[in-house]
């Protein structure tokens, strides 16, 4: 023990020796027993907070995977909802407490319209994909906010090719006014592969957009000067499917919500099954590093959100949490999910506190010794 730390000598192989030091020693003997456990998210107790509803044809079989902004002093949330047509549309509830809804649109807020999302002439005629069955449309959205626009990615689906991955933005006086005037969207991943699960960051990151497309095998980002898309420009992602060895998270599925910045990194949550407890999806977090985020500084020892629960399990495909969104409002986490890929669920947790254990607890950051 040197000081603050504890120093550990470490000898490989090869025979070669070398220094570790464990910067959070001390921390870890002196916090509290909330330290030492794993990080975990509480289910709101009357979840789910949104069903379908029968009487509207758009949204009368499926309601799930809402992603989430916060503003104006409430959570906004753009649902994927699958209704008599079997097409993915997106609808629209927001929440001044984050878990009750107070407001739900009884209009869809956006419907595919390009050839890539919508295939009118064989509505029925699938691509062979599972995501909450269907035939097409838009699927899965992702809302990042960055100074006046909103951004969202979502997977597009025509029901004849792979799913890519697709941008549009809309201002947020207009979102906020439910005015949705959404710009034409464009394709961002390349044709002939299935894309799904990209996010951007809230801000720039070295003077660039950043755009995570990929968590498998490492983190995967693409900077780009411009969000601003011509329709033939493709990001090129890479996915391993790999599975990582000794873990709950043997086989890393993606990305979940878009980044938070929190004051240890960016803070991400993804999904993984486990190859022991196979055809669970469940939800892990990791926190990246600010200015390099394809860093992981510590990831989740043990999920911090499985699919136990009736309404996880119930439904069109049993065992799945899928969570889209996530905001930070007061030093509390609220995460939003879908469950069994037919209705929308919430869980929180004390930002801090979560931090906290998931430094503790996750994957340790060991930290060369450098001699001065």
Known sequence: ILDDQLISYWQNDSGKLFALSHPHFKSILKGSRSSFSFPILKRFRQNPILRPIVNHFWESKLVFNPAAIYGAGKVHLVYRAMGENDVSVLGYASSKDGIHIDERLKDPIYIPKEPFEFN??????????????????????????????????????NGREPPRVALTSIKVDDFLSNKWNWERPVLVSPPGEINKNWVIFPEKINGKYAILHSISPGVSIAYVDSLEFDGSTYINSYYSGALRRNC??????GVGPPPIKTKEGWLIFYHAMDKQDPNRYKVGAMILDYKNPTKVLCRSRQPILEPDKRYENEG???????????????????????????????????????????????????????ND
């Open 248 to 253: 709950w998270d043997s086989w890393v599925r």
């Open 120 to 157: 009118p002439q064989a509505p029925r005629v699938c691509f062979t994909y599972t995501s909450g069955g269907g035939c097409g449309g838009c699927e899965d959205p992702r809302l990042t906010k960055i100074k006046d626009r909103i951004y969202m990615t979502y997977v597009a689906l």
């Open 316 to 370: 069109f495909k049993a065992g799945v949490v899928y969570a889209c969104g996530a905001v930070a409002v007061n030093n509390r986490l609220f995460v939003y999910y879908g469950g069994a890929d037919t209705v929308a669920c919430a869980a929180s947790a004390n930002l801090n506190e979560f931090l906290d254990q998931l430094k503790y607890s996750g994957s340790a950051r060991l930290e060369p010794v450098v």
